[in-house]
């Protein structure tokens, strides 16, 4: 048997016939950029985020580079992020010409530690962009204490976290805006490349929706700042809306995965499973394992049939791409740790609870054998 780390087919399989005709009716249409579906998809992604407005992009990058610019963030500001993230986190801010700087996480939770946070504050800080990373959501209220105190934003790479809850309230309106990717594989993805930024605040919305269209004024062809093309599509918007009836559902069903990993692995030699904190409900996009045999183990699923993945292998903070920022070895101990130690299992859905049990057990015995 091989068990892929997710499962898009059975998915699929799962809403065919909803799929087909949204897609049908959008080609039927050919109002295959903005339009109806663009319009309701981003009422009802606000909705489901409890945010006052999603503008849809055509991705996630696009909608951290484009919300940071609506920021007005530019050459010569900072803003204070993690390095134990997928790089375009990074990318985002050194494209628009400021310069990242690095605070390290919390290994309980993989996400920002609000104690480092007000150290790497200077008078360049022009925002603070914590990560919600595998699906748990990052110690926002914490860090939104420390940005009060400073008047800073805060802005949430919630990517990873579709669902994801603090105290009641959705990723997505836990801070002054937040940017989401639908990439396929996401909690919510696309049938390609979507993302949306969402946000209470009706100035910004409009910010990033002009920037997000060639700049775009009130007429056509009034091209009032400088800006991108950028837009969400309308056969992915279709696609969205039919999953998003879908998630509250789908996320139910990765939590009692999750549960059932745990339950199952709780005690092997040498595992550290990942926990939902006080603070937060885990949307659980990924179950990250932390084992300090990583590569033993990782070899011993895959000869099993059993895919696995390492988000991710090294923080960004020493990405070569990420040179700008200075970083180097030693910086972020803990992040730097963690991507020695952790790996992903399969964790989907339609995962069925006799493969999850298959693939506890395929660990279990690596561990008790060690
Ligand atoms: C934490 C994080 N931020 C940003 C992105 C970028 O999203 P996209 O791949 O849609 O550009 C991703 C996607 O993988 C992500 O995981």
Known sequence: MSVPIVDLRAQYHRI???VDAAIARVVASTQFIGGEECRLFEQ?????????????????????????????????????????????????????GAR??????EAASFTMDPAGLEAALTPRTKLILP?????????????????GKHGLPVLEDAAQAHGAEVAGRRA????????????????????????????????????????????GGTHRYDNVVVGTNSRLDALQAAVLRVKLRHLEHWTRERSERALAYTRLLE???GLVLP?????GRSAWHLYTLRVERRDGLQAHLHSRGIATSVHYPRP????????????????????????????QVPLYPELPLETLEWIAQETRSFCSAG
């Not at 960004?316 to 972020?332: F, N, R, T, V």
Request: glycine share 12%; with cysteine.
């Open 16 to 18: 065919q016939p909803e």
């Open 44 to 96: 009802e992604f606000a909705a489901y985020c409890g945010a006052r407005h999603a503008i849809g992009v055509a991705n996630g990058t696009d909608a951290l580079t484009v919300a940071l610019r609506a920021y007005g963030i530019g050459p010569g500001d900072e803003v204070v992020t993690v390095a134990n993230t997928f790089i375009a986190t990074g990318e985002a801010i050194l494209l628009n």
């Open 100 to 105: 990242p700087v690095f605070v390290d996480v």
């Open 131 to 147: 990560v919600h990373l595998y699906g748990h959501p990052a110690n926002i209220d914490a860090v939104l204490a420390v940005a």
């Open 172 to 215: 997505g309106s836990l801070a002054h805006a937040a940017c989401f990717s639908f990439y396929p594989g996401k909690n919510l993805g696309a049938y390609g490349d979507a993302g949306a930024v969402t946000t209470n605040d009706p100035d910004f919305a409009a910010r990033v929706r002009q920037i997000a269209n060639h700049g």
């Open 267 to 269: 005690g092997a030699p």
């Open 275 to 279: 926990r939902e904190q006080a603070w």
């Open 316 to 343: 960004i903070h020493l990405q070569p791409a990420m040179a700008a920022a200075g970083g180097k070895p030693g910086d972020l101990p803990v992040s730097e740790r963690l991507s020695l130690e952790v790996l």
